[in-house]
């Protein structure tokens, strides 16, 4: 193929399966269907995760110690294993026409079959002296004839099941014919820029293509993340739903009735909320508040007012602990005002009963969890839907609760999340959402004092403290990450974020041995996800009334669980969490008035990570979350706010130039109306990101 500009988009079918292309069988389909490659698309849009230049490649006979390449055969190429550790090796020989070295990788079994005698390939790595001898230790290497000879570059893939460069780039060359076959896909875009970009994605001749492709695909990136919030807007402004009416004397009686004032930022929210729900389309609202800010006081007031105006009320939660410390709280608050609350999770006696009376109308306010889901559950009048910690749920879950409205009325719908959403990501994913920030914490909360101490100093440092809180009458959370020991400790924690080895990990179980042998006066208990769900409510709820001193858990106590007489909370091989996650549960902590701590437990051989030094330095979950994104890249973030499986492949959130073009484009293409399903494929590439960033 000609390495210029294609000529001609063509007729390639995108959505045809990868097992179209030439040389990928049955087999190969299969192993790339597993990780997510199914259509011609998806093969093509397979990126590559960085590139390597195997330009200068030096003669064998000239190699130095350092940073070298090298081209040759390799030869003589064998595995052994390495007695002491756990260690696989590789050797063999690289030979040139000028002479030959030793090369050898650790671990990389596949090595062994990824070469063929008389081919040539590129290494790259670092020639060294090891145990006497010099050789080359654990290079890149790729196909000579793959490496684009001007420029020397040579794209990496991420290995998947099994699948390495070697074999994707294989499947590329064969199916190098079709990229001119791509057809142009967005509008305001210069013909062939699509497939000329892929191309170059993914056969680099110089540097200054692949920036040029980078750009392009990113633009492509962003360009549909923003239209599908766009579209989500103009379809939820197309729904109709029941008005709910502010009635000032409820609300006023209301709030007088709270042993506390409302802080502004409380005021704010609920004043947005309540203006949105007046409105005869629904409510799509997300309240983003720090941990502790007293979300759930909004909520409430929201869903008195929805009462107040007739309409029923569901709040669902993501673990029945949590539906039953809201049901708890809410019910208490609001049945002075003869508002009837009711449970409904897995747990829930007589079940058929209670649907009953959801579906008659005698029920107000239905609180719970998955159970709420079901088809069975049916309101007479839902007008309000609250989701806490939404992220949690998929959005097959929230449609399904939408559609729980009557006569094809739509419910208003409020989010509520303690994970903030950087400002970055709210300008693209959630561009279009209405949002609302509870940036103030109620009044007399005293700040979390946080510490990172070395396993090794709790004795000295962390028992004493410990007694001494206990003796005032307050109350310590200690989160582990496995149930139980062992080398099938299971690991409990979402986010593995750090390396700790699960023989490393100490569990809850023997945790809770060991605390119990050092303070033999002390009530301690251990709480985990794996216990039954009426064990877990007596645990928890014993924890609440202060029967129990010492809670130790995995982190099923990280969303919303509110205990305010609780004062430490020490966090065990917090480096295996992720930054998100360890905000949340230090956020257990400090909702009452007294002073409290958290301690961030590491094994202490090495330099603590940049992500428990923020942590320590802050408390302020959106600079966190800021923080978060940048230590992670694009790519990741989605995953660390346990949205959904959208996977940025290569837009930078943090190019605003970019995303305000993106912005201003999508705002024109929407402005063509109908003429915008000419976009075939675009338009069905845009449903499928809809649905990732719709909240209802
Ligand atoms: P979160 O935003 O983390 O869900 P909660 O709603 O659980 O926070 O509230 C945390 C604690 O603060 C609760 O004990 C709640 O009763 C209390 N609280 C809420 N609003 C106020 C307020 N305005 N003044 C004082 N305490 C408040
Ligand atoms: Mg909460």
Redesign the pocket.
Known sequence: MAQGTFQKGGDVILTDSVETLKGIGPKTAEILKKVGIKTVRDFFYNLPRDYENFQAATSISEVKPGKVVVKGKIENLASRRARRRNLSIVEGTIKDDTGSIRVVWFNQTYRLRQFTPDKEYLFSGTFELKNGRFQLTSPSSALYSDVDLKSGLSPIYVAHGGLKTADFRRFLNSARDKFAEIPDLLPFVDPGVRRESLFRAHFPDSNESIKKAREYLAYEELFELILAAKMNRLENEKLKSTPIHFDVQKIRDFVGSLP????NA?RRATWEIFQDMEKGQPMNRLLQ?D???????VAALAAYEAFASGEQVALLAPTAILATQHFE?ISKLLSKFGVKTALLTGATKKKTELKKQIRSGEINVVIGTHALLTDDTEFLNLGLVIIDEQHRFGVEQRQKLALKSPKGLAPHLLSMT?TPIPRSLQLTVFGDLDVSI?DEL???RQPITTKIMPEVEISDELYPRILDRVKAGEQVYWICKAIDDGANARSTGSLSAGTSSAADITSVKSRTKRLKEIFPKLKIEFLHGKMKPAEKDEIMEKFSGGKIDILVSTTVVEV?V?V?NATVIVIENAEGYGLAQLHQLR?RVG?GTAKSDCFLLTSGDTTPSRRLRELEKSSDGFYLAEVDLKLRGPGEIYGALQHGALDLRIASLSDTKLIARARKDADIFLSLGDKMLQYEELMMGISKYQQLTTLN
């Open positions: 506390f004032k409302l802080t409380q508040g941990v502790g800010s007293g979300k759930t006081m709280g303690a509870l109620p009044k007399g919303g509110d305010p956020g909702r």
